[in-house]
């Protein structure tokens, strides 16, 4: 049988004749009684709040890019946007080598600790989602947060930014 070694391995049995029947008598159980089953997976749940809430903040910290991209994505479909792919803000950054499309000056890195929120990167779609543009690299451009919130949602011919190279 395969699956994980028990208790008792060795290396001629790496799960003994015991350790077999009671996992196959827990799988028969658990297909006669799926309602049983999920009640005690929500119990679970209920009672580990506080450890599912460590782990979620966990990977917050451990993947902060991840999440604003997921974040960026969600926040373009709630404006009716049609999603192209999950744009990657650092790699927008990176793109842009580093510099905000509508102003030329240079952008801190993002997730830069310490500096002022107008002078953060943010992800400014060139066609805005309001518009019909689509959420996608091609339509991405870096931005300071000051200066995305100064150019609204216009027309990119009527706002008259040149455009840095990507």
Same mark, same amino acid.
């Given at each position: 049988?395969?699956?994980?070694? &028990?208790?008792? %391995?060795?290396? *001629?049995?790496?799960? &003994?004749?015991?350790?077999?029947?009671?996992?196959?008598?827990?799988?028969?159980?658990?297909?006669?009684?799926?309602?049983?089953?999920?009640?005690?997976?929500?119990?679970?749940?209920?009672?580990?709040?506080?450890?599912?809430?460590?782990?979620?903040?966990?990977?917050?910290?451990?993947?902060?890019?991840? !999440?604003?991209?997921?974040?960026?994505?969600?926040?373009?479909?709630?404006?009716?946007?049609? !999603?192209?792919?999950?744009?990657?803000?650092?790699?927008?950054?990176? !793109? %842009?080598?580093?510099?905000?499309?509508? &102003?030329?000056?240079? !952008?801190?890195?993002?997730?830069?600790?310490?500096?002022?929120?107008? *002078? *953060?990167?943010?992800?400014?779609?060139?066609?805005?989602?309001?518009?019909?543009?689509?959420?996608?690299?091609?339509?991405?451009?870096?931005?300071? &947060?000051?200066?995305?919130?100064?150019?609204?949602?216009?027309?990119?011919?009527?706002?008259?930014?040149?455009?840095? %190279?990507?």
């Amino acid at each position: 049988m395969t699956g994980r070694p &028990c208790k008792h %391995a060795t290396a *001629e049995a790496p799960v &003994c004749g015991a350790c077999v029947t009671n996992r196959a008598r827990v799988a028969s159980w658990a297909a006669t009684h799926p309602g049983k089953v999920m009640s005690r997976y929500v119990r679970w749940l209920k009672r580990s709040k506080r450890a599912r809430r460590r782990t979620y903040r966990a990977y917050y910290y451990r993947h902060p890019a991840k !999440i604003k991209a997921y974040a960026a994505a969600r926040n373009a479909a709630l404006r009716g946007a049609r !999603i192209g792919e999950l744009v990657d803000p650092v790699r927008v950054w990176l !793109i %842009a080598k580093g510099r905000c499309w509508l &102003c030329g000056w240079f !952008i801190p890195y993002p997730g830069t600790r310490g500096i002022d929120p107008a *002078e *953060e990167h943010t992800l400014d779609h060139v066609v805005p989602c309001s518009q019909g543009g689509e959420h996608s690299y091609r339509n991405t451009k870096a931005a300071h &947060c000051g200066c995305n919130s100064r150019r609204g949602a216009p027309d990119p011919a009527e706002h008259g930014a040149a455009e840095v %190279a990507p």
